[in-house]
């Protein structure tokens, strides 16, 4: 029983994928159907961190194999999308915050 259960705890892994709080949703993809197809394809366990919280960390948990190709598919999407994407910073005078925010804030 006992080395059993120790032979099924050695064939798990996790990992932790540092990826910028303002990438994510591209890795989410349109109402998150590109991690929903990774977690579905692959069967690993993703942890996404939620909107509210600043954190950068997305963590991966499952079999080994799996999880290699969880981490592979979502580090290619990032990579793809690092080079191609750009942020770029935009001053507005005060006056005019009302229309980027919108009416109702």
């Given at each position: 029983m006992k080395f059993n259960y120790i032979?099924?705890?050695?064939?798990?892994?996790?990992?932790?994928?540092?990826?910028?709080?303002m990438q994510l949703s591209f890795i989410f993809g349109p109402?998150?159907?590109i991690i929903n197809q990774i977690i579905g394809e692959i069967k690993t366990r993703i942890n996404i961190p939620p909107a509210s919280v600043m954190e950068d960390e997305l963590t991966i948990a499952r079999v080994k194999e799996a999880v290699a190709k969880a981490k592979a598919r979502i580090q290619n999407i990032y990579e793809k999308r690092k080079?191609?994407?750009?942020?770029?910073?935009?001053?507005?005078?005060?006056?005019?915050?009302k229309y980027i925010t919108g009416p109702l804030g």
């Open positions: 032979d099924e705890q050695s064939k798990l892994a996790f990992e932790r994928l540092l990826i910028p709080k109402f998150n159907e080079r191609n994407c750009q942020s770029a910073s935009v001053e507005v005078p005060k006056i005019q915050y």
